[in-house]
């Protein structure tokens, strides 16, 4: 019978857990007060008893009883609010003109079409609401740490899904390089975006934003959590470095050494999390000068000239720190431009007298290197090939001008210096 199959389709949807109690019996009364309306004109006089317990529904027919000549004769007469007496005691012998009576209207009485239609209103108009339920609540989740088991591994994303079954996407774009999950894995990150796409929810989740950084931070580190020490900003390379300036307004803690814990006991956690990234946590200054200073550690800077019209600062350190500052993949230097807002270039300090015998000066490359573009490697404190070999291809293009085939031309010849 139809009438079962839409009791069915009602006790499927009776322990939704995205959707509370009152909700959904809501939702299933106004389905079935369509359907009274499209049979019966009206719904006024019906009552309609959900029970979400049991998973079923009761209609209740409620009607005065009138005379026999009230219901022939009269044109008040709607048989929606009456019933004729003689109708009436068919039901009851008792009944007396009127009373009210209510009568159980079976479903099965609306006929097999209209059955099969409130079903399938049931179905969307719960299933709506359900996905309503979960873009509301993971809208409000934006920039909070979830927790979720993979589900479906693809090339390009992960799908994951989390204790109430709901579905999250994590792009290949925001997993860490590193990152390798497989069915059944536990995976942790930042709801990054939520959208509705042709009315079905999008979550998109982050491990490579700053955001899920500052989250772990904020677990890690109790006094970052209670508001007494502050990350003022936070730059990654998602996987190989990260720099996160961070302040305290209480003399008495000091926030890097809080961050990073008794022998990096609460930093270790984090950087495991990230695929041991490696992080840098900086003491926040509002002095530009000692701020690039810190945001290059390890390095160690010899002076530095700042120009505050183009935000570019003019970085000189002893040669043996010029690697140190650059970083492995230039990381180091890209991200203290970064997080301190000045563009950073990296020079030479000539001034300082340091061993270097086992360098060789630009000018003994004088017959297989043109003088001009010695001279222009030169301006920029390269004065010897060390210098020129610890700065990459794009960094002396972008410093002197040379086209960058020039300059890999140049490289050769000073790597096969030091090859023999």
Known sequence: ????????????????????????????????????????????????????????VEIYKNRTIVDDEFAEDSFDYDENKHISFSDAQKIEPDFEIGEDVSEKVKLEDFGRRAVLSVRQNLVQKILELEKSEVYNKYKEKVGDVVTAEVYQVWKKEIMLMDDEGNELLLPKTEQIPSDFFKKGDTVKAVVSKVEMKNGT???????????????????????????????????REPGERAKVAVESYDDRIDPVGACVGMKGSRIHGIVRELKNENIDVINYTANSTLLIQRSLSPAKITTIKINEDTKR??????????????????????????????????????DVDIET???????????????SVIDLLK?????????????????????????????????EVLRAEFEE
């Open 313 to 350: 600062a003019e970085v000189f350190l002893k040669p043996d720190q010029i690697s140190l500052a650059i970083g492995k993949g230039g990381y180091n230097i890209k991200l203290a431009g970064k997080l301190t807002g000045y563009e950073i270039d990296v020079f030479r300090d000539t």
């Open 379 to 411: 301006s920029i404190g390269c004065d010897t090939a060390k210098a020129v070999l610890e700065l990459s291809d794009e960094e002396l293009a972008r410093r002197t001008g040379i086209e960058e085939d020039v300059i890999k031309g140049v490289r």
């Open 1 to 56: 019978m139809e009438s079962v199959n839409l009791i069915e389709s009602f006790s499927e949807f009776k322990d939704i857990k995205n959707i509370d109690r009152a909700t959904l019996m809501s939702i299933i009364e106004d389905v079935f007060r369509s359907m009274l309306i499209k049979k019966y004109g009206s719904d006024k006089n019906y009552d309609i008893i959900v029970n979400p317990d049991k998973g079923d």
């Open 357 to 371: 015998e086992d360098d060789v000066d630009l000018e003994e490359f004088s017959d297989e290197i043109e003088a």
């Open 201 to 235: 929810p999008s979550i998109i989740v982050s491990r490579t934003s700053p955001v899920f950084l500052e989250r772990l931070f904020e677990t890690e580190v109790p006094e970052i959590f209670d508001g007494l020490i502050t990350i003022k900003k936070i730059v």
